[in-house]
């Protein structure tokens, strides 16, 4: 069975900043790090693999210094892995990103699975995972939270709005992953990451894969950022300090005052 | 790419101000990386005008033939009753607003079992068409059964704009139906209108740090999902009748690939009088214990309101996960919203800072919550919360 996890560097955006002056983000020192769902679709990867022996091949598209996630991966445990990085890749949006991560899965040959973030955490969409299930013209199951592989099938824990399904599924598949609310990315090994270093990681391009130009880049990006700006500024609110009892009956004056009580 | 022109002095501003971190000093000089998506923020930050956009060199496509405004409704079901998701009656609200601009309709789509139940209350909301796909094998959600559904209709109708709901359900179906359309898609906005017959579609990035309009001025349709809960729903054609047509479309065979074995609901009246509820009173990590929440459930009792929780609250297995408001729970927008002891991180405030009026109570006189209160309480929310209670519990009696 062959399971190809797709994953992304992002900045940790947990540790981005707003300039409170010019409202630009300020980025300077905020680390990349395996986006976090892209973490837990590749430890239930594992698992799998642990299960029944498959081959775990990891896939990024990004610049060079995304090599630092796929290395993070191999130690991890993954089988191989595979950078996609082309300067014709700029500008993707999800559209283009999709088409160029499908059309390199379908050069690695016969997949069964393959597996994503729900969304990465620097672009919150959640586009990418169901575009790659088009074209590659295989199912999709998005936002799972648990799963499992055997004869062929894969059985899925799913959320859907106001509650929670279980899903099975013919392979080839693509599922992206949810992660459980307390979720902490586990780190590698010394061992692991020593291990890490004999495993092959690849770089392909565009041509490589033999990706249409037209649909690559800003090319087959429908979208276009026409502006960025800072979120609208709030008018300022009243502040009280106290004792409790003043306070109290502070906040009864305010749900007199705005028609709750 | 950007362009960076040899004037460059390196001095790192647009390093600091680029949303995507594409740019990086490389020998003294800005580089850019193929993480740059054109967004331009750095441009007019330069001090040396040696940033540059790239000449367009797209050609302008004829896309008069795209026509209408259309909505995808979502059905959901509620104490054994099939209804419509409130979302998609916000959509064909702001939808006939957009469609008005542009001298064109609003229209709703709808795939399901009974489909015609619900034609008298779209048609309420502003649907002057509704194309409608029934079959007993539509009455579960199947993301290829209803996405080979959509790419006909959009196909044979052509529509200029599809809008979705942002739930699992309309995220999961949007960007199949972009892929196969070759179409843009622009996730979760909170805001639409339209500029140069083209639908900007805002929305927050980076956990609400920025915002961005994004637009697809080449590509038709233009297809958004909308986050429930930031636009107004309003009945504005009262006892008109939109015209149906009836499409039939076979469910593709690709959908028994795909089999529900078990469907669980959650505490499905809670949750939907979280995101539906007109007073919110939320407890976050200040409370300290299990115990102390209590004071929260009692004071929405009555208030007469549903109880939200931080993502710090539910982690910590005070309130169940469906009580969650933020990012990865609930969007909620009441009439009141009381922060209790929450700080008031990014992920909790994009889900409740469009709430008309928010009181904070929380020690922390810094603590961010207080940026978006219009009434700011400074205090220890465990000695101010059973003194409000015993006083509402009074002005009651």
């Given at each position: 069975m062959n399971i190809i996890v797709c994953i992304k560097q992002v900045p940790d955006s947990s540790r981005v900043k707003v300039d409170p002056k010019t409202s630009t983000l300020v980025r300077a020192g905020v680390p990349s790090i395996l986006n976090p769902y892209d973490h837990f679709a590749l430890t239930q990867a594992l698992k799998i693999k642990k299960a029944t022996g498959a081959n775990v091949t990891v896939l990024s598209m990004g610049p060079a210094q995304a090599k630092v996630v796929i290395r993070l991966a191999l130690a991890l445990g993954a089988d191989k892995g595979i950078l996609l990085s082309d300067r014709a890749f700029a500008g993707s949006d999800t559209w283009a990103t999709a088409y160029a991560l499908a059309t390199a899965v379908k050069k690695t040959g016969p997949v069964d699975l393959v597996m994503c973030g729900q969304m990465a955490i620097d672009g919150d969409t959640a586009q990418t995972g169901p575009g790659i299930a088009y074209h590659l013209g295989i199912p999709q199951i998005t936002f799972c939270d648990d799963i499992s592989a055997s004869n062929g099938k894969i059985t899925v824990g799913k959320i859907i709005d106001g509650g929670h399904q279980t899903i099975e599924a013919d392979l080839p598949a693509l599922v992206t992953m949810t992660m459980p609310p307390d979720y902490e990315p586990e780190y590698p090994s010394f061992l692991g990451a020593f291990h890490a270093q004999e495993k092959p990681l690849e770089t392909w391009t565009a041509a490589f894969i033999g990706a249409d130009p037209a649909k690559l880049g800003l090319k087959g990006?429908?979208?276009?950022?026409?502006r960025i700006f800072p979120p609208p500024a709030r008018p300022k609110g009243q502040v009280f300090r106290g004792s409790a009892a003043e306070l109290s009956a502070k906040v009864i004056e305010i749900l007199k005052k705005e028609n709750v009580i | 790419m950007i362009k960076i022109l040899?004037?460059?002095?390196?001095?790192g501003k647009c390093v600091s101000i680029c949303p995507f971190g594409a740019l990086s000093l490389v020998n003294g000089k800005a580089n850019v990386n193929s993480a740059c998506t054109l967004c331009g923020s750095c441009v007019p930050n330069c001090p040396v005008k040696a940033l540059q956009m790239p000449p367009k060199e797209e050609e302008v496509k004829d896309l008069s033939a795209y026509k209408d405004v259309w909505v995808f409704v979502e059905l959901v079901n509620a104490k054994g009753a099939l209804k419509i998701r409130p979302v998609s009656l916000e959509l064909l609200t702001k939808g006939r607003k957009l469609a008005a601009e542009l001298g064109q309709n609003v229209c709703a789509v709808i795939i399901g079992a009974d489909n015609g139940a619900h034609f008298a209350e779209l048609s309420s909301y502003g649907a002057s068409k509704i194309y409608s796909v029934q079959d007993p094998a539509y009455a579960q959600y199947n993301t290829e059964a209803y996405a080979s559904a959509m790419v006909k209709l959009i196909s044979k109708y052509k529509p200029a704009a599809v809008f979705y709901p942002s739930t699992y359900t309309g995220r999961d179906l949007a960007p199949r139906i972009a892929a196969e359309m070759f179409v843009g898609l622009t996730a979760d906005c909170t805001g639409l209108s339209v500029k140069n017959g083209n639908i900007v579609q805002t929305r927050p990035a980076f956990g609400g740090n920025i915002m961005a309009d994004i637009i697809c001025p080449n590509h038709r349709p233009q297809m958004a999902t909308v986050r429930p809960n930031v636009m107004p729903k309003e009945i504005t054609a009262q006892g008109s009748m939109a015209q149906i047509i009836e499409e039939v479309v076979p469910v593709s065979p690709a959908a028994s690939k795909v089999r529900v074995l078990k469907t669980e609901k959650d505490e499905v009246g809670e949750v939907e009088q979280l995101d539906e509820a007109q007073v919110i009173i939320s407890g976050g990590r200040g409370l300290k214990t299990k115990e102390n929440f209590e004071i929260i459930n009692n004071l929405a009792c009555v208030l007469g309101g549903a109880v939200g929780a931080s993502r710090a609250a539910v982690d910590a297995g005070w309130k169940a996960k469906e009580h969650q408001v933020g990012q990865s729970g609930v969007t909620v927008k009441p009439k009141l919203y009381v922060a209790c002891g929450i700080s008031g991180a990014l992920q909790h405030i994009v889900g409740m800072q469009d709430s008309d009026i928010i009181i904070a109570i929380n020690k922390d006189a810094n603590a961010p919550i207080f940026n978006y209160a219009k009434y700011g309480i400074v205090g220890d929310v465990q000695q101010i919360l059973p003194k409000v209670l015993e006083a509402v519990k009074q002005t009651k009696k």
């Open positions: 990006s429908p979208t276009r950022v026409d | 040899p004037n460059c002095i390196g001095c």
